[in-house]
C-alpha cells in the first residue's frame, strides 16, 4: 500500500522526534506548521501550507506540560477544521487524563471524557492512540477511536533478551490481564502484586501472590508516573527472593522524583516506548526506549488506504 497524494502529516511540539520518524517511513514530508506565544503565553498556530481536501494526520502527545499540549492540540484541530481539511484524523500516543475516567468518590469530574468532548467539538474526525489506561475510553466518543497495542513492542525485546526462568508480574489488580497476555506469548507464569492506594501517586505494597523465589521477575504496566509503585514492586520482589527485576511500559511519563527513584532502585531495566518524548536529562542508562513509529505508520497507512486496522490491535 501507498500513500495518496491528499495525505499530510503535521506535528506539535510534544514529540517532534516520533513525528520524523513516522514522516519517514510514510515518505511523506511533515506539514509546515509554526507555534507561537503572545507575551501573556496565548497560544497562536499557523499552517503555513493549503489542507484543503487533505486526509491530515495530525501528532500530539498530552503529556507534560499536558494542558499546554493540549491546547495546542486543541487550537491546531480547529484551524484545521477551518482550512477545509477533508478529514482530521488525531494521533495520541499518549492519552492524558486517561486516569480520570471515572467518579471515584462524590463530586469528582470524569476528565476522560470532557477531553472527548473537547476534541470532538474542535472538528476530530478520528482519534488513534496507544493503551489507553482505561478502555472505556472509546465509548467517551461518538467518532471512530482506534486503540493500538504497545505490548507485542514490549514482548518482542524481552524474547530477544532470552532471559530464562522469568515471571511476569502485574503491579496491581487492573494489569492482570496484560501481565496474563505477556506471560502466554513468552511462556511464563505470573505473579501479582496486592497493594493499596490511599491516594493518587502513593502506593503501599501489602504481599506478592505467586511463585517468584530464585526467578528473574518482569514488572508490566501501562504507565509509570512517579515511580512510586514499581520501585514498591521491585522491593517486594526481590525480598521475596527474586533474583532480578526488569519493569516495562508503554508510557513513561516519569514525573517528579521518577528518574531518581529508577536510578537509585533494584531495577536492572526500564523498558519503555517513546509515545513520551523523553528529554536529555531523563535518559538514564537504565532506560531503554523502544519506537512506535513503525506501528503508528502502519495504522496511518491502514486508515488513509481503507484496509482493515484490527490486525494492528492483538
Known amino acids: 500500500?501507498?500513500?495518496g497524494p491528499k495525505l499530510k502529516i503535521f506535528s506539535l511540539n510534544s514529540n517532534k522526534t516520533l513525528a520524523k520518524e513516522i514522516s519517514n517511513i510514510l515518505e511523506v514530508p511533515l506539514g509546515k506548521s509554526s507555534v507561537k506565544r503572545f507575551?501573556?503565553?496565548e497560544i497562536q498556530?499557523?499552517?503555513e501550507e493549503s489542507i484543503r481536501g487533505c486526509d491530515v494526520y495530525l501528532i500530539q502527545s498530552t503529556s507534560e506540560p499536558a494542558n499546554e499540549h493540549l491546547m495546542e492540540l486543541l487550537i491546531m484541530i480547529d484551524a484545521m477544521k477551518r482550512a477545509s481539511a477533508k478529514t482530521i484524523n488525531?494521533?495520541?500516543p499518549y492519552y492524558g487524563y486517561a486516569r480520570q475516567d471515572r467518579k471515584a468518590r462524590s463530586r469528582e469530574p470524569i476528565t476522560a471524557k470532557l477531553i472527548a468532548n473537547l476534541l470532538e467539538t474542535a472538528g476530530a474526525s478520528r482519534v488513534i492512540s496507544l493503551d489507553l489506561h482505561a478502555r472505556q475510553i472509546q465509548g467517551f466518543f461518538n467518532i471512530p477511536v482506534d486503540q493500538l497495542v504497545g505490548m507485542p513492542i514490549l514482548v518482542d525485546y524481552f524474547k530477544g533478551k532470552a532471559l530464562e526462568d522469568i515471571v511476569i508480574v502485574a503491579p496491581d489488580n487492573g494489569g492482570v490481564g496484560r501481565a496474563r497476555k505477556m506471560a502466554t506469548v513468552l511462556d511464563a507464569p505470573i505473579a501479582l502484586i496486592d497493594k493499596r492506594r490511599p491516594e493518587?501517586?502513593?502506593s503501599e505494597v501489602m504481599n506478592v501472590i505467586g511463585d517468584i523465589e530464585g526467578r528473574k521477575a518482569v514488572i508490566i504496566d501501562d504507565l509509570i508516573d512517579t515511580a512510586g509503585t514499581i520501585k514498591l514492586a521491585a522491593d517486594a520482589l526481590i525480598e521475596k527472593g527474586a533474583t532480578e527485576v526488569y519493569a516495562c511500559c508503554t508510557h513513561p511519563v516519569l514525573s517528579g522524583q521518577a528518574i531518581k527513584r529508577i536510578d537509585e532502585s533494584v531495577i536492572k531495566e526500564l523498558v519503555v516506548?517513546?509515545?513520551i518524548y523523553l528529554p536529555e536529562e531523563k535518559r538514564i542508562h537504565k532506560i531503554t526506549s523502544l519506537t512506535i513509529a513503525p506501528l503508528l505508520a502502519e495504522a496511518v497507512l491502514r486508515i488513509h488506504n481503507n484496509a482493515s486496522v484490527s490486525v494492528l490491535f492483538d
Open 1 to 3: 500500500m501507498k500513500c
Open 39 to 41: 507575551s501573556d503565553g
Open 45 to 47: 498556530i499557523n499552517i
Open 90 to 92: 488525531v494521533i495520541i
Open 200 to 202: 493518587p501517586n502513593v
Open 273 to 275: 516506548t517513546n509515545s
